[in-house]
């Protein structure tokens, strides 16, 4: 059996059903998508626009597309058409965009709110408080085409496991905090994205719905 397939196997048997694999495919050849996706694999996660257009104009219809990477909102309109959910929205300005051009689709676009939980310094992530006072909104209430469907983060690139728990613990709390505060009559918001090829074992243990695997499935190299 090929590698990639073999991979794949090797992790859907390490995780249990209930959580999403999504194969982050960025800067790998289509033919190696083509792989994952003959070996069964339906879910990919891209985090530059212009590969995520080609790479689904390329390939199966059946395949969903998962942004997982930044958004600019000058890139919105590009893969409103076809994308099943953006992981990494962290402001009302991107969301305000990704409801206005889901509007001009016809759809209803899901989301994820990315929040800061590593300790490394980046510009990216929501905390709670901004979280609240986006969901408080009037103009997240008014929004129409966009669900919110659950939280996103990424932990500490560190070899050390507690840090690295006690990261996904927070994530996790700030799921329940927002679940019993904003989404408490709404089962679409439901998911956990975090883990990586790295840590994807700790974040289940912890309580991720969703993993984020690249490596792991295509190897390091471009
Ligand atoms: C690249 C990337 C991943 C996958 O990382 P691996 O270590 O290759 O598994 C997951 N999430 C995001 C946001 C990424 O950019």
């Known amino acids: 059996m090929a590698e990639i397939a073999i991979n794949l196997n090797r992790i859907k048997s390490q995780i249990p059903d209930r959580v999403e694999l999504v194969a982050v495919s960025k800067t790998k050849p289509i033919a190696l998508l ?9 879910i990919f996660g891209e985090n530059r626009v212009p590969e995520l257009v080609e790479k689904s104009e390329a390939l199966p219809k059946d395949i969903e597309w998962h942004m997982i990477g930044h958004l600019q909102r000058n890139k919105v309109k590009m893969i409103a058409p076809f994308v099943s959910l953006i992981h990494a929205v962290d402001s009302l300005r991107l969301l305000a965009e990704i409801d206005k051009e889901a509007k001009k689709n016809e759809r209803v676009i899901k989301v994820l709110l990315q929040f800061h939980i590593a300790q490394e310094q980046t510009k990216f992530g929501l905390d709670l408080k901004e979280a609240r006072d986006l969901l408080n909104s009037e103009q997240f209430q008014q929004m129409q085409n966009i669900k919110i469907a659950g939280v996103m983060g990424m932990a500490t690139f560190t070899d050390n496991e507690d840090q690295v728990r006690n990261e996904f613990r927070t994530l996790k709390r700030i799921f329940e905090t927002l679940k019993s505060e904003f989404f408490l009559d709404k089962d679409s918001f439901k998911e ?10 700790i974040a289940i243990e912890e309580g991720s719905t969703m993993v984020r695997i690249g490596s792991s499935i295509f190897g390091k190299s471009g």
Do not use: F, V
């Open 34 to 42: 083509q792989e994952a996706y003959d070996a069964g694999q339906r």
């Open 192 to 201: 956990i994205s975090m883990g990586m090829s790295g840590d994807y074992k």
